[in-house]
């Protein structure tokens, strides 16, 4: 890594204050213009380092929006932006509360832990404790589908990794006709290649899904019910159980009881433990819950347990092995790729199906660091940072060159490397 971080820091402040609207940070003014739920959280834990007061506006203008039902939604849509200039937008969902009506992994109360550490703020954390435990709430108690203990998302946009191989083989089920891409203006497609982004049949499976979960009125009901898409993501479900972890931090910073959260997290913890690891592989799979099948795919959101304090030390052996090996290569001087380089139809540029997220990078460097595996999370914190510095602040990168790809100002991208510049080579502090 360059000595020379200050030259990363400035970038990625100025993408920061570029992508800024006055009330919250849109992912990319250009490509992304409306506020994005797990976005806000990873925004919010760079900010906090240059702007925590923009930060904490960040978290409570995305939880202003949230449902009564605790849900918090995907995309809380700017209404001085047009239909036209993003799809689908607010008149699709046609949601009463100006939002999406699907959610995206909780990393809430996470964001606002390390915001409060960065700088002390309990009230703050006290006036989003509440929302946050809400939005548990409305996962364990709405989203348990398959009555494991997990959450179910309802739709492959809630997960976050949109085009993820893990939800293949749960959407080869799912019916839709490709000639309706022909019928609705893609301005995905309008400012990047089309190549990067889903194929016109995903695309219609995604926007069928959303239909049908609108049309029943956003219900969640289990999978005797007629919606056709119930899985159970490693990544998300293990996303929740930090959550958790952070709750209890919160909740003891402010008064609260910390151990139902402890217990809840160690419950979770339990379930993904026994209804999505493989042993054959040493990594976590989506689990396609009317089926029980666990996907073949090897996904990085299979690696994302690392987080959690409470694997047995032989999973967190296998998670690494698995990262360390062919499939991840993460000794080969890059961040870890979305997905399996040796599977066949890894695509170094097709959106999550090869290319190098940062997000996923920097939970997993904390869950190396969450297990004592700090020489590893010192080469994937370099590798990160190198990539920024050599490509800029991109959405997301090669897997092979580095080079970067999508929009070249992305809010996630630069927020995370001001924090793992803050962090400096110490391990940040658990949850």
């Avoid at 969640?220 to 929740?240: K, S, W, Y």
């Avoid at 996904?299 to 409470?310: A, E, Q, V």
């Avoid at 199906?353 to 595996?373: D, E, K, S, T, V």
Wanted: glycine share 8%; with cysteine.
């Amino acid at each position: 890594m360059s000595r020379n971080t200050p030259n990363v820091w400035q970038l990625a402040e100025d993408v920061l204050t570029g992508n800024w609207k006055g009330l919250h940070t849109v992912p990319a003014k250009t490509l992304y213009p409306h506020q994005w739920s797990w976005d806000a959280a990873f925004i919010a834990v760079g900010l906090a380092h240059v702007a925590p007061q923009r930060a904490w506006q960040d978290l409570h203008s995305l939880f202003e929006a949230q449902w009564p039902d605790g849900r918090v939604p995907h995309i809380v849509f700017d209404p001085s932006v047009s239909d036209r200039d993003y799809f689908p937008g607010q008149s699709f969902w046609k949601s009463p509360h100006g939002t999406s009506g699907i959610v995206q992994p909780p990393v809430h109360a996470l964001a606002a832990l390390l915001v409060h550490r960065a700088g002390p703020a309990p009230d703050q954390l006290r006036s989003l404790y509440e929302p946050l435990v809400a939005q548990q709430t409305y996962l364990s108690q709405r989203r348990d589908a398959g009555g494991a203990g997990l959450a179910s998302i309802v739709h492959p946009w809630e997960s976050g990794l949109d085009n993820s191989p893990a939800w293949d083989q749960a959407l080869a089920g799912v019916d839709a006709d490709p000639s309706l891409m022909t019928r609705i203006r893609r301005r995905d497609v309008e400012v990047s290649v089309v190549s990067h982004r889903p194929t016109d049949l995903d695309y219609a499976r995604y926007i069928t899904l959303a239909a049908a979960y609108r049309d029943n009125g956003y219900a969640d009901g289990g999978v005797q019910g007629p919606h056709p898409f119930f899985v159970e993501c490693p990544a998300f479900n293990a996303l929740t159980a930090a959550a958790e972890l952070a709750l209890a931090e919160i909740a003891g910073e402010i008064g609260a009881d910390p151990r139902p959260h402890r217990d809840r997290a160690a419950a979770i913890t339990d379930a993904i433990l026994q209804h999505l690891y493989d042993p054959a592989t040493g990594l976590f799979h989506a689990r396609d819950v009317r089926t029980g099948r666990l996907s073949p795919a090897r996904c990085i959101s299979g690696l994302l347990p690392l987080m959690l304090p409470g694997l047995p030390e032989p999973v967190v052996d296998s998670l690494v092995a698995a990262a360390t090996s062919a499939h991840f290569g993460l000794s080969d001087g890059l961040p870890l790729p979305s997905y399996d380089r040796l599977a066949a139809d890894f695509d170094p540029l097709r959106y999550w199906r090869g290319p190098i997220w940062i997000n996923m990078n920097w939970l997993i460097w904390r869950g190396l660091l969450q297990h004592g595996r700090t020489e590893l999370a010192a080469a994937l914190r370099r590798s990160m940072l190198d990539i920024v510095e050599r490509s800029g602040c991109f959405e997301y990168f090669d897997p092979g060159t580095g080079e970067g790809i999508g929009t070249a100002e992305f809010s996630w991208t630069a927020a995370l490397a001001i924090d793992l510049i803050a962090s400096g080579d110490r391990a940040p502090v658990p949850v």
